[in-house]
């Protein structure tokens, strides 16, 4: 039996997403939530959904094709046993809202850190399509701590509150991480393992934000299962052609910002340059492998 024929759930998630390659998927950093040490009580939620709505305008309207919604401000990160009810209460207000006013565009939820479970109950009340799991198998260290892999205990809650139309993106071995746990397993070896454990995608990344991924890491990951990857880090006008001759989507936050910093304004020359890129490559017939 080889590898890919031991994949559970190997559909094409970016194609029954999107209906399309080359899929671009920008990130909505939100402001502060309540119960984060940031949090500005006076400007209270409003404030929050105001930027979450104008963000998603903007990178709709500048042709991206989907986004994902994380609380990247509800700075220093907490594991999710840690997490407050106020956080999945607070993201799924923004969800629910974004959902209202983009009813037929796919949404994400990346609760960090990685909070997986909560990034699905968010996506269940809110109505968004997918959530981003950091680390879905395996384990390393972060900032938090020691992360471990949700594979397990996320199938059985999401299966429990009836929400498997909600689907898995994984990181392989994500960023802003010591990897030494998993040292003696290569990224192939770690694909696999999340492919196995169900996920419906493979995010590859640098080893910083707004790092760009290794292009060996890119193929490798492409070969490894039939799942589609994605790259979530580093992604630019100037690379995104490389990028896509053998990923299938991209996630950008950081570089569609003014200077390409994650918490600065989104950048509307950059957003339509991206857009611009991506529209010649799928127009040249292009596809990734």
């Known amino acids: 039996m080889n590898a890919k024929s031991e994949e559970l759930n190997p559909s094409n998630e970016i194609q029954r997403l999107f209906k399309r390659s080359h899929a671009l998927v920008g990130m909505l950093h939100l402001l502060p939530l309540p119960g984060s040490p940031r949090f500005t009580r006076t400007a209270g939620m409003a404030a929050v959904l105001d930027q979450a709505m104008s963000e998603a305008e903007l990178l709709l309207s500048s042709g991206f094709d989907g ?4 609380n990247a401000w509800d700075i220093p990160f ?75 205990n996320v199938a059985r809650y999401r299966r429990a509150i009836d929400a498997e139309n909600i689907t898995v993106w994984a990181d392989v071995n994500v960023k802003l991480g010591s990897h030494a746990i998993t040292a003696d397993r290569s990224l192939v070896q770690q694909a696999k393992d999340a492919a196995w454990f169900d996920a419906n995608a493979l995010i590859v990344t640098g080893n910083r934000l707004g790092d760009q991924p290794k292009l060996e890491d890119i193929v490798e990951m492409t070969n490894a299962t039939s799942l589609p990857v994605v ?20 996630i950008i936050g950081s570089s569609i910002k003014v200077g390409g910093i994650w918490h600065g304004k989104m950048d509307p020359t950059v957003l339509s340059d991206i857009v611009s890129e991506r529209n ?10």
Not at 84 to 104: D, I
Not at 237 to 242: A, E, F, K, V
Not at 280 to 286: D, K, M, T, V
Request: hydrophobic share 45%.
């Open 280 to 289: 010649h490559i799928a127009g040249s017939g292009r596809t990734s492998k």
């Open 67 to 70: 986004f994902i919604v994380e």
């Open 78 to 152: 907490v594991k999710e046993v840690d997490l407050g009810p106020e956080t999945p209460a607070s993201l799924a207000v923004v969800v629910a809202a974004l959902r209202r006013e983009f009813p037929k565009v796919p949404i994400g939820v990346n609760c960090l850190a990685n909070a997986v479970e909560v990034s699905i109950s968010v996506a269940a009340a809110g109505g968004a399509d997918f959530v981003r799991s950091n680390q879905w198998v395996n384990a390393y260290v972060a900032n938090e701590g020691l992360i471990e892999g949700r594979a397990g």
């Open 231 to 250: 790259v979530g880090s580093g992604v630019r006008p100037d690379n995104l052609s490389m990028i896509f001759e053998h990923a299938h989507a991209v």
